[in-house]
């Protein structure tokens, strides 16, 4: 099977840890236990999140005194698409000798007329007090929005519509080699190769991404074990098996599981026979074999 697996961010950093680099290497080692074994007999791309890791750089890059101005986002997705990718590169090449592996540094193709960039709503960054974030705003031209009791900065998070980087993948996959690609959605870049200041969806671009190569299955890996029915109350049970429609109909968080169950949805829906599955990293060889996770597929 060709199978596209998506890791979450808590795949690198869990909340409330320390963003220390020994940190995120001990997680990617755990994560590289699940991949190792769907690499078995498969072909694999795996993609990754960043939003912990752009956020850090962003908020350093503004403290900088010695820069006239912050690092665009575009850079900044750009730097941690190589770190991660390089944790990740040289932990499934311990994991699997002999086994050619590959990190693309890959560029997504937004639409510059996208309605997000009217209305940014994607949370990057730390926190701020009101007249923290009132500095900000002023300096550096900001977008903020309340956080709960504070203020965080809102970036675009247009649609991704096109890899630029595909048939490169899709070469290097049916090769052979393990590709890891499209790292926290891919770089924006506006068609013209030219950076935007936005972020893309990590889990949209894992789902486009696995659509334009014709995988047979797009795992969305994170810290739960499916989609819950009746989250948060007595009543909550796992859902292990749903079509794209009635994935359609559910009401789920915006914040977290709203943008993976879209991301199954779609990539469901695109062809009879591809499989979507939604479930924990640690469940990673179970998902694709239907014993664990959320699985969508068409009726």
């Known amino acids: 099977m060709r199978v596209v697996a998506a ?3 808590n795949a690198l950093l869990r909340r409330g840890e320390r963003p220390d680099a020994a940190v995120q290497v001990a997680r990617v080692r755990e994560a590289v236990r699940g991949l190792a074994v769907l ?3 498969h072909e694999l791309v795996v993609t990754h999140g960043n939003g912990p890791q752009v956020g ?41 000798p002999g086994r050619e592996i590959v990190a693309v540094l890959t560029e997504t193709v937004v639409g510059l007329d996208d309605p997000a960039f ?19 705003r002023a300096e ?15 970036v675009p998070s247009p649609e ?4 630029v980087e595909l048939p490169t993948i899709a070469r290097l996959t049916g090769e052979g ?12 870049t506006g068609g013209d190769h030219r950076g935007v200041e936005a972020v893309v969806d990590k889990d949209l671009a894992a789902a486009l991404l696995a659509t334009r190569l014709k995988a047979d299955a797009l795992l969305l890996l994170t810290d739960v074990p499916a989609i819950m029915q009746d989250h948060g109350t007595a009543r909550a049970r796992p859902i292990r098996g749903i079509t794209p429609e009635g994935l359609g109909r559910l009401r789920l ?3 977290s599981m709203g943008p993976k169950a879209e991301a199954a949805r779609r990539f469901a829906a695109h062809r009879r026979g591809a499989v979507a599955v939604i479930g924990a990293l640690a469940d990673a060889p179970a998902l694709l074999s239907g014993a664990a996770g959320t699985r969508v597929e068409a009726a």
């Open 39 to 41: 690499a078995d007999g």
């Open 160 to 163: 991704p519509r096109d890899i």
């Open 56 to 96: 850090l750089l962003a908020v350093e890059s503004a403290a900088d005194p010695a820069l006239s101005a912050p690092y665009p986002l575009d850079v900044l997705g750009a730097e941690t698409q190589g770190m991660i990718g390089y944790w990740l590169a040289r932990e499934l090449r311990r994991a699997l």
């Open 177 to 188: 080699c393990l590709v890891i690609a499209a790292g926290g959605g891919g770089v924006p």
């Open 118 to 136: 009217r209305a940014p709503a994607k949370f990057v960054g730390r926190t701020y007090g009101a007249a923290e974030a009132e500095r900000m």
């Open 140 to 154: 550096h031209g900001w977008t903020l929005r309340r956080d709960g009791a504070d203020w965080r900065r809102v």
């Open 253 to 255: 968080p915006a914040g």
């Open 7 to 9: 890791l979450g961010g």
